[in-house]
């Protein structure tokens, strides 16, 4: 069982940064795959970035070069760090947990934090 706490959220103009951070409980975390998706309202949850339990990172294209997946497997975190967000990244961001190797369908995943809402104003 793991358990996922997100963190980091919050209100940001376009051309900020954030950083969420994604806590996960259990002593195999350095075995899971991670994942980060968002969901807008009235949007289906779409896949962000995924890291592989030995480091390896993929990013969907609209993210790529403004968003970096990282963990701390000492730490069972998880994170992402976001810049030069824009609005159309606003929507609350999930993390989540999968054996094997990292995925973008999100029904691969069996584990989900909470969720934590990132707003970007223009």
């Known amino acids: 069982q793991v358990q996922l706490v997100e963190s980091g959220g919050g209100l940001v103009q376009a051309g900020g940064s954030l950083r969420l951070s994604c806590a996960a409980s259990?002593?195999?975390?350095?075995?899971?795959?991670m994942g980060w998706f968002r969901q807008a309202p009235e949007k289906e949850r779409e896949f962000v970035a995924a890291?592989?339990?030995?480091?390896?990172?993929y990013y969907t294209d609209s993210v790529k070069g403004r968003f970096t997946i990282s963990r701390d497997n000492a730490k069972n975190t998880v994170y992402l760090q976001m810049n030069n967000l824009k609005p159309e990244d606003t929507a609350a961001y999930y993390c989540?947990?999968?054996?094997?190797?990292?995925?973008?369908?999100?029904?691969?995943?069996?584990?989900w934090g909470q969720g934590t809402q990132v707003t970007v104003s223009s």
């Open positions: 259990g002593r195999t975390f350095s075995s899971y795959a």
């Open positions: 890291i592989w339990s030995g480091g390896s990172t």
């Open positions: 989540a947990a999968r054996l094997g190797g990292g995925n973008i369908q999100y029904s691969t995943y069996d584990y």
